[in-house]
């Protein structure tokens, strides 16, 4: 089983910046994709970027060029960096990890204000 704990939402002014963080626990097998995940309110979950182990990136069009993604395999831990906020990230994030099964983590929330 694979614990996923985030850190480092919170409320920004648009053009600012936030760094969201997150932490497995748990065996994590070969192979694998860590990620983050966002939901507004009134809207479907929606990718927002993935990382597999050996770094290969790919992100969702509304953030590529201000957002970056990164991990550390050794400590299990998956961050992104966030920056130049718009009003329209503002969402609930969420850190996943594909291994032997989809895991989520609880949410963090990110609100930009205009």
């Known amino acids: 089983q694979v614990q996923l704990v985030e850190s480092g939402g919170g409320l920004v002014q648009a053009g600012e910046s936030l760094r969201l963080s997150c932490a497995a626990s748990g065996s994590i097998f070969f192979g694998n994709v860590m990620g983050w995940y966002r939901q507004a309110p009134g809207k479907e979950r929606e990718m927002v970027a993935r990382?597999?182990?050996?770094?290969?990136?790919n992100y969702a069009d509304s953030v590529k060029g201000r957002f970056t993604i990164s991990r550390i395999n050794a400590k299990k831990t998956v961050n992104l960096q966030m920056n130049s906020l718009k009003p329209e990230d503002t969402a609930v994030y969420y850190c996943?990890?594909?291994?032997?099964?989809?895991?989520w983590g609880q949410g963090t929330q990110v609100t930009v204000s205009s």
């Open positions: 996943y990890v594909r291994s032997n099964d989809d895991y």
């Open positions: 990382i597999t182990q050996f770094g290969t990136t």
